[in-house]
């Protein structure tokens, strides 16, 4: 994404101070910064502005900026998605597994039901690999 609106074609996604021409690289990472923060403006997320906001208020994080209370709710709704679909996949391999008991009891309904035990498997996954260093922030 950060390459594709660059003029010039190369260099669009290094770091600042990297490579020929630093001081570009850092304009133009300032350039895509701000235009996808006043796209923000134009997105509606899932989650509701005065929900964000209100839950930002309660751990003590006041911002008039619709842009960043947007941005907390993009990252919170791909966060939720995440776990849903880490979700999806633990019951899917539950339903999968082979019943070893009896074969009579298959169920002939493959009609999946997301339990409790899918849910807190894909939230330990995530409190392994992400909460630790980008979410932890919001709970």
């Known amino acids: 994404m950060m390459g594709s ?3 010039g074609g190369a260099g669009g996604g290094m ?6 021409g630093s001081s570009d690289g850092r304009h133009d990472d ?8 006043s796209s923000l403006m134009d997105y ?16 003590g ?14 990252a919170t709704q791909k966060f939720i998605s995440d776990v849903a ?6 019951c899917k391999a539950r339903v ?3 019943i070893k008991d009896n074969k009579s ?18 939230l330990c996954e995530v409190n392994h690999f992400s909460i630790t260093s980008e979410f932890l922030f919001f709970f």
Do not use: W
Not at 30 to 37: G, N, R
């Open 96 to 98: 999968a597994a082979p």
């Open 5 to 7: 609106n660059n003029p």
């Open 30 to 37: 300032e350039a895509v910064l701000t235009e996808f923060l």
């Open 44 to 59: 509606n997320p899932m989650i509701p502005d005065e929900l964000v906001e209100h839950y930002l208020g309660r751990s």
């Open 105 to 122: 009891k298959q169920p002939k309904d493959r009609r999946l039901v997301l339990t409790m035990d899918d849910l807190s498997k894909a």
């Open 15 to 20: 770091a600042p101070g990297m490579g020929a």
């Open 85 to 90: 679909s880490d979700s999806l996949q633990h």
């Open 61 to 74: 994080f006041h911002c008039p900026d619709l842009r960043l209370t947007r941005l907390v709710a993009v």
